[in-house]
C-alpha cells in the first residue's frame, strides 16, 4: 500500500511539473502565434482580392447586419487600391465538412463577381477532401456573378457551376452552401 502512496505522488509531482512547462511554453509562444494568424489571415485577404492593397475591417454597424444574415460569418474586411477606391470585401466563414470544421475566405469585387476563394483550414480526409485546397477547386468559384446560386458539377459549363472534387460530394457541397449562405448575406447586406 505504501509503494502505492508513493507511486501516486511521484506521479502527481511529474504531471504538476508538465502542466507548468506547458503553461510556461503557451504564455510564451501565444503572442507569436497569434502574430502567425494575422499574417496569414493578411496573405489569405491579398490572394482572394488582388486589387486590393489595404484592408480595413467592414464598419461595426454593417457588420453585425451582415452576422444577423449569417451567423458563420467570421470576419468582413473592405480591400482597397493604392488609390483608396473601394475594390471589393474579403470575407471569412466557416461550414461544416465531411471532417467537421471548414474555415475559408471568399473575395468579392465591387462589380459583383467571386474574386477569390481559399480554404484557410480544415479537418477533411487526406488525398479526397482536402483537395478542396487545390487550385482547380477554388479557380473554379473566380469569376462566378454573386447573384447566383452556385452549383457543383462534375464538368461545369453554367456560369452558376464550380468544379465538384471527386469522391468528396460531401467536402464539396459543405463548401459550396458555405459560399452560397455568405452570398445571400453579402446581397442582402450590401443591396440596402
Do not use: C, W
Not at 505522488?9 to 511539473?17: E, N, R, S
Not at 507569436?32 to 494568424?37: G, M, Q, T, V
Amino acid at each position: 500500500m505504501n509503494e502505492i502512496v508513493k507511486l501516486g505522488l511521484t506521479l502527481f509531482i511529474i504531471t504538476t511539473i508538465a502542466a507548468g512547462l506547458l503553461s510556461v511554453s503557451n504564455a510564451i509562444t501565444a503572442d507569436r502565434i497569434a502574430e502567425l494568424d494575422k499574417i496569414i489571415n493578411k496573405l489569405a485577404m491579398q490572394e482572394v482580392l488582388e486589387d486590393a492593397e489595404e484592408f480595413k475591417p467592414l464598419d461595426e454597424d454593417k457588420f453585425n447586419d451582415f452576422k444577423s444574415a449569417n451567423s458563420n460569418v467570421i470576419e468582413v474586411n473592405e480591400g482597397y487600391d493604392s488609390s483608396s477606391n473601394l475594390v471589393g470585401h474579403t470575407i471569412k466563414a466557416n461550414t461544416r465538412g465531411f471532417g467537421g470544421e471548414i474555415v475559408f475566405m471568399i473575395g468579392i469585387s465591387t462589380d459583383g463577381d467571386i474574386t477569390g476563394i481559399k480554404i484557410l483550414t480544415h479537418e477533411e480526409t487526406p488525398g479526397l477532401g482536402a483537395n478542396a485546397e487545390k487550385k482547380y477547386f477554388t479557380d473554379s468559384f473566380k469569376g462566378k456573378p454573386v447573384s447566383t446560386q452556385l452549383v457543383a458539377a462534375k464538368n461545369p459549363q453554367a456560369e452558376n457551376e464550380v468544379q465538384a472534387i471527386t469522391s468528396a460530394t460531401v467536402t464539396t457541397n459543405g463548401i459550396v452552401n458555405g459560399v452560397n449562405s455568405v452570398l445571400e448575406a453579402y446581397n442582402t447586406t450590401f443591396s440596402n
